[in-house]
């Protein structure tokens, strides 16, 4: 290429480069700020207020750095592509989200501290012996990659089903315990979890529903199932760039005999007359379409015919597991400890119901504090 052409080529691709940065420094000022990452989970970085300290400590500079990453427009979608590359190219976990075979993701299986699970199994101990003469049970579930296992050969697991084991064997006497995982074994169902998300399905959360029943002495009630959406991707996909193209089916359970539902939201002081948010089937969490997702407490009223209540203490996992329930109970007060301000005995004293019921997953319940405090 001589001179001339060399000279005329530099000058447009220069050109062409600096149109590309502007349109792209354009999109980014017209994009509003996003304040959590669905697909990783997070809460992302805002803009920082620059000061004397900040300027001067260089602290600003990171935080600014920081933001620019989180913030940038097209950022999910570029993480996604970098994740497709490295799949065809071998890899298999990203994020903490392993690929297994036929297209099934699975989260690792954590290793709990001593810490945290001793001073868990005291609380359910503890809780317990202040409701004595009341109904206490604890039903935990199996993560999808204790049940359905075929993980990459490198991958580091921990061994649920031992903790499960040393849980129950923790238990005082007189707590009821669910054994989920062989009600989920001996179930039948074909689906257990969805493939592009931790959750396990409806027709699981059925299964363990009627194995609670008969840990407890109810009589399981009877369900029709539909289904609501045929497009659902879920956040482990998201969060790992796998299976974007993946579409699974989500199902709502709802009671043969009719019944009405009042749910009323303490903290957001709002209420509602169904368990099933519609809305939440177009947004990216199809997954809330469960009680309208995650909330620190919910008062649900029913009209079935007993005046027994009952206190559940859960994480998401417990979210399509409630409408089974209604049948059972005149009153669910339904607590995630995530997401409420204080302690959970302030909460087990403002609610004192026949039973209580702990339910929460594998990895959940052995990574965080259940007391709330």
């Known amino acids: 290429m001589n001179k001339k052409y060399r000279g005329s080529f530099d000058r447009h691709l220069g050109i062409l480069f600096t149109a590309v940065l502007a349109v792209f420094l354009i999109v980014n000022i017209l994009v509003p700020d996003r304040e959590n990452s669905f697909t990783e989970n997070r809460v992302l970085a805002g803009l920082p207020k620059p000061s004397a300290y900040t300027l001067a400590s260089g602290t600003f500079a990171d935080d600014f750095e920081t933001y620019l990453s989180d913030q940038f427009a097209g950022r999910d979608t570029f993480r996604n592509a970098i994740s497709f590359v490295r799949w065809v190219g071998g890899n298999r976990e990203e994020h903490g989200v392993y690929s297994a075979p036929g297209g099934q993701l699975l989260e690792a299986l954590k290793e709990p501290s001593e810490e945290v699970l001793a001073a868990n199994i005291a609380f359910l101990n503890d809780t317990a012996a202040a409701r004595s003469g009341k109904r206490t049970t604890v039903l935990l579930v199996p993560d999808a990659g204790a049940v359905l296992g075929h993980y990459p050969a490198f991958a580091v697991n921990a061994d649920q089903a031992a903790l499960f084991e040393q849980v129950k064997e923790g238990l005082s006497e007189g707590i009821g315990w669910v054994d989920t995982a062989a009600a989920l074994k001996d179930s039948g169902v074909k689906k257990l979890y969805y493939k592009t998300d931790h959750h396990w399905t409806t027709a699981a959360a059925q299964a363990a529903y009627d194995s609670y029943c008969a840990a407890v002495g109810l009589t399981p009630g ?136 702990f339910l929460y997953s594998g990895n959940t319940f052995f990574e965080n504090s259940i007391s709330g405090q």
């Open 222 to 357: 009877e369900f029709d199932f539909y289904t609501v959406s045929r497009s659902f991707n879920g956040q482990l996909s998201s969060i790992s760039g796998f299976c974007m193209l993946e579409r699974e089916t989500i199902e709502i359970a709802t009671p043969a005999e009719e019944e009405s539902v009042v749910l009323t939201y303490t903290d957001e002081k709002k209420k509602k007359a169904t368990l099933y948010d519609r809305e939440k089937l177009t947004s990216s969490d199809q997954y809330a379409v469960f009680l309208g997702g995650n909330s620190s407490i919910i008062d649900i009223s029913t009209t079935a015919k007993t005046d027994r209540s009952l206190l559940l203490v859960k994480d998401s996992f417990a979210n399509c597991f409630i409408p089974f329930l209604t049948g059972n109970y005149s009153r669910i007060v339904v607590v995630d400890p995530r997401y409420v301000t204080g302690s959970l005995n302030s909460v087990l004293e403002r609610y004192p119901t026949d039973d209580l019921l």
